[in-house]
């Protein structure tokens, strides 16, 4: 909605998994943007199979990709700790507690019919795949495009293992999945800038979405709205819109990309008087470590292809 009263020519493609929903987004833009170009695309970014076939469309479709907006997000089956919450609402670390949600929560994730964890071939690998699918849109002579990474205040690095990055033996998989795109947006500033590619990573603040409705129920989020707004003084983080949360996508929108810092998180935030503003924050990350999740990332990538098409032959020779 944002970009589009920004650039009225611009050419949208939603890439979806619900049609149904994507429908309906593009009816929305419609309504207020009647001559926009906006498309459809169906993507399940959890399904191997299904990054490859949209990447395939998209090549058809375009000859070139300026922005990839990589939102697709999951977090199933949260806990919030309360023993936890009652006991850093009294501690020094309170604000931080409200920013980051730090020690709050944990999911149930399982394993998809790839044979990796959901929570990270949703949030991780499947735009991973989808980035290496682009390149050849994406990394053009004389074209720089950009590509910009929802992540988290969420995202930690002691929730992440280099032994276990897909997080198959931990309780915090969301965060892990997170702060593994802030290290890959690192990782592929250093492979892909001189080829004219460059990522940004982006935290919406809290917002109040189906995410945020499957932590707690939203009437029980509509009852404490007061409090919320109470909190937002105190830490900015409590953006609760979608509009507020799109802040730093937007900003980001409007920014050159050599002006961006590639090891920078970019905030949006909210103040107590409802004023929106995008901060940037330097992220916890190591050059190395980030350097390695790249090439596991390259490894695994091999082994699904190939394990994907050991999987349609079989199909073909059966079928
Ligand atoms: N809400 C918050 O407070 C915060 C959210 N975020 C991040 O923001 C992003 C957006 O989340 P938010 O809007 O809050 O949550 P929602 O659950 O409302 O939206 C998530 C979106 O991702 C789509 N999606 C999920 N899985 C897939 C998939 N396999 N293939 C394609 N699309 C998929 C959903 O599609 P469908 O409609 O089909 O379900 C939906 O459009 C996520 O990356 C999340 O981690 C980060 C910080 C805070
Ligand atoms: C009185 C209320 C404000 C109590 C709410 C307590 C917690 C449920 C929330 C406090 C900070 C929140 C938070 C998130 C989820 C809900 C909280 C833990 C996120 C983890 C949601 C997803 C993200 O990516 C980041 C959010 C950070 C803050």
Redesign the pocket.
């Given at each position: 909605e944002r970009l589009l009263t920004e650039d009225s020519t611009l050419h949208l493609c939603l890439a979806c998994r619900n049609m149904q929903r994507a429908e309906a987004a593009r009816s929305a833009l419609l309504t207020s943007h009647p001559d926009a170009h906006v498309q459809l695309l169906h993507l399940d970014v959890g399904s191997v199979q299904s990054v490859l076939s949209a990447a395939q469309e998209v090549k058809t479709r375009y000859s070139k990709v300026d922005f990839l907006y990589l939102n697709a997000g999951i977090?199933p089956n949260p806990q919030?700790d309360i023993n936890a919450?009652f006991k850093g609402l009294f501690s020094r670390n309170v604000v931080n507690m409200?920013a980051?949600?730090e020690g709050?929560?944990t999911q149930q994730d399982r394993i998809n019919s790839d044979g990796l964890q959901e929570v990270f071939a949703t949030n991780l690998f499947g735009h991973f795949l989808l980035i290496r699918e682009l390149e050849p849109l994406l990394c053009q002579a004389g074209h720089s495009s950009r590509v910009v990474w929802t992540s988290?205040?969420?995202a930690r690095r002691s929730a992440f293992s280099m032994e276990d990055m897909q997080h198959r033996n931990g309780t915090e998989p969301y965060s892990s999945s997170k702060y593994a795109s802030d290290m890959l947006s690192v990782a592929l500033n250093r492979h892909k800038n001189s080829q004219g590619l460059f990522s940004s990573v982006i935290c919406p603040g809290?917002v109040m979405t189906n995410?945020?409705y499957g932590?707690?129920p939203s009437f029980f989020w509509t009852l404490?709205m007061p409090?919320?707004w109470l909190?937002r003084i105190f830490t900015n983080t409590f953006t609760l819109t979608p509009y507020n949360g799109a802040e730093a996508l937007h900003r980001l929108f409007l920014q050159s990309p050599e002006s961006l810092d590639p090891r920078a998180k970019y905030h949006s935030l909210t103040s107590g008087l409802g004023t929106n503003y995008t901060q940037p924050r330097q992220m916890d990350i190591d050059e190395e470590m980030s350097e390695v999740l790249y090439s596991k990332l390259i490894e695994l990538e091999k082994d699904v292809r190939r394990k994907l098409v050991m999987k349609n032959s079989d199909k073909n020779t059966r079928g």
């Open positions: 977090m919030v919450f409200f980051t949600g709050l929560l988290s205040s969420n809290l995410l945020t932590i707690l404490i409090i919320m909190v």
